[in-house]
C-alpha cells in the first residue's frame, strides 16, 4: 500500500510538471537550409526557433495550445522550398511558417499574400518590406539595404582624407541573398558621395577566390562590403590576406559570427562586420534565458550569434501568435494583424526593439558594428539608418 501511495505520488508530481495542453495545437511551417550551401548559418538559425518554440511551449505555449514546429530541410534548393510550402499549406494546415532564404522567399511571396500565411524568412531582403506587395512577410532585425547603408555610412564619417572621396567595392555571389542590398549600396554610395569603383561577382561556393580578389585590387577600394555566409567570407579573407590586399572587409550579417576567426585565423583580424542581434553571451538581460537553457540542453556544436537570432525569431512570432489568440483571431491574417501592433517589442536586448505597421515592415533600421579583435567579436557601434519612404521595399 506505502508503494502504491509513493508511486501514486511520483505520478502526480510528473503530472503537474507537464503543460495542460488544450485539444488544439497551433501547427507552424520551419523551412531551414541544414545541408545546403547556406547551412553553415542555416543550423545555428534553425536551431535557435526551435528551442525557443520548446522554451514557449514549456512555458504553457499560446495560452495553453501547443505550438507544432513542423521542421524540412530544403537544403537552399527553390524547386524543394516551393513543394515544401505546398505540403505546409495544403496538407500540414499550417497558421505560419519560418522560412529561410532570399531566393525561396521572394520566390513565394505572390502565393504567401494569396494564401494569407505569415512568412517569416531569415532573408532580411528590405525587397520583403513594403507591406502593398508583401503583405505576409516578415523579417527580425534590419535589413541587408540598411546594414549597407549602415556600412557606408560609417565609411563617410570616419573618412579622413578631404583630398578625395572614399572608394568602396561590393562583393556577392549572383543569387538573391548576394544580390538583396546591391542596389541600395548603389544609390546611397552616390548620395553620401561614395566611390562605388569595382563590383565583384562570386560563386555561391568556392575554395578560392584569388582570381575576384585580384580583379577588385585593380580598382584599388579602400573599403570592400561582402555579401555572403560565414565559411565563403572566411575564404575570401584568408585569400585576401595571401595577396596582401589593404582594402578593409566589412562584411553582412551572416558572415560576422563567432565562426569567423576559427575559420579564418588571423586573417579575420581586424575585420569589420554588421550584426542584427548580439553575440551569445553578451551582458543583456535576454541572455539569461538563453544561458539558462544552454545549462539544462548542452548542445554539441558552439551556439553563436546566429543561433541567439534564430530564438529572437521565436520570440517575436510567438508573441504574434499570442496577441491573435487573445483575440480570438487564430488565423493567417489574424496573426498579420497581430503582428502590425507590435510597437518596440523587447526581446531582452537579443534585437533591437521591433514594431511593424499594416504600412511598413521594416522592423527596425538599426544595426551594430563588429570588429574581430583577438579572435572574438568587439563591438564599434550602433549606427542607424533613416526610416526614409523612398527606401520602403528597396
Known amino acids: 500500500m506505502k508503494m502504491c501511495k509513493r508511486l501514486l505520488a511520483v505520478a502526480v508530481t510528473l ?13 507552424v511551417g520551419g523551412l531551414w537550409d541544414l545541408t545546403g550551401v547556406t547551412a553553415d548559418v542555416g543550423k545555428p538559425f534553425a536551431e535557435g526557433v526551435q528551442d525557443a518554440i520548446e522554451y514557449v511551449n514549456g512555458k504553457g505555449g499560446v ?10 530541410d530544403y537544403a537552399y534548393k527553390i524547386p524543394q522550398a516551393n513543394a515544401t510550402y505546398k505540403k ?10 519560418n522560412g529561410w532564404g532570399t531566393g525561396d522567399t521572394e520566390a513565394l511571396k505572390g502565393i504567401i499574400a494569396k494564401d494569407k500565411i505569415p512568412y517569416f524568412s531569415a532573408s532580411f531582403s528590405g525587397h520583403l518590406t513594403d507591406p502593398t ?47 538583396a542590398p546591391i542596389e541600395a549600396g548603389k544609390q546611397y554610395a552616390k548620395e553620401l558621395g561614395i566611390d562605388l569603383v569595382h563590383e565583384e561577382v562570386i560563386p555561391a561556393s568556392f575554395q578560392d577566390v584569388t582570381s575576384n580578389l ?22 575570401l579573407l584568408k585569400d585576401a ?3 596582401g590586399i589593404k582594402t578593409k572587409f566589412f562584411l553582412g550579417n551572416y558572415g560576422m559570427t563567432e565562426a569567423l576567426p576559427l575559420l579564418a585565423k588571423d586573417a579575420a583580424e581586424g575585420v569589420y562586420g554588421m550584426a542584427t542581434n548580439v553575440p551569445y553571451g553578451a551582458n543583456v538581460p ?35 501568435l499570442k496577441i491573435a489568440d487573445k483575440k480570438k483571431q487564430l488565423t493567417g491574417e489574424g496573426v498579420k494583424h497581430a503582428l502590425e501592433s507590435l510597437h518596440n517589442f523587447d526581446t531582452g536586448g537579443l534585437v533591437p526593439p521591433i514594431t511593424y505597421t499594416a ?36
Not at 585580384?214 to 572566411?234: E, G, H, I, R
Open 359 to 394: 504600412t511598413d515592415h521594416r522592423p527596425t533600421t538599426k544595426t551594430t558594428i563588429y570588429m574581430i579583435k583577438g579572435g572574438k567579436m568587439t563591438k564599434v557601434e550602433d549606427i542607424e539608418t533613416p526610416r526614409k519612404k523612398e527606401w520602403l521595399g528597396l
Open 286 to 320: 535576454g541572455m539569461k534565458l538563453i544561458t539558462d537553457w544552454e545549462k539544462k540542453h548542452p548542445s554539441k556544436e558552439a551556439r553563436d550569434t546566429v543561433y541567439v537570432r534564430g530564438w529572437a525569431y521565436g520570440l517575436v512570432w510567438a508573441e504574434g
Open 15 to 27: 503530472l503537474m510538471s507537464v503543460p495542460a495542453w488544450g485539444a488544439e495545437t497551433i501547427k
Open 63 to 72: 495560452h495553453g495550445k501547443k505550438i507544432e514546429l513542423i521542421n524540412v
Open 214 to 235: 585580384l580583379n577588385m585590387q585593380k580598382k584599388n577600394p579602400d573599403f570592400a562590403y561582402v555579401q555572403t555566409t560565414v565559411s565563403w567570407c572566411a575564404v
Open 88 to 97: 505546409f499549406v495544403e496538407q500540414d494546415k499550417v497558421i505560419m511558417i
Open 133 to 179: 506587395k508583401t503583405p505576409y512577410n516578415f523579417f527580425v532585425g534590419a535589413s541587408y539595404s540598411d546594414q549597407i547603408r549602415g556600412f557606408l555610412q560609417y565609411v563617410k564619417k570616419e573618412w579622413k582624407d578631404k583630398s578625395r572621396a572614399p572608394r568602396v567595392a561590393f562583393i556577392y555571389p549572383n543569387h538573391g541573398f548576394g544580390k
Open 241 to 243: 590576406k595571401k595577396l
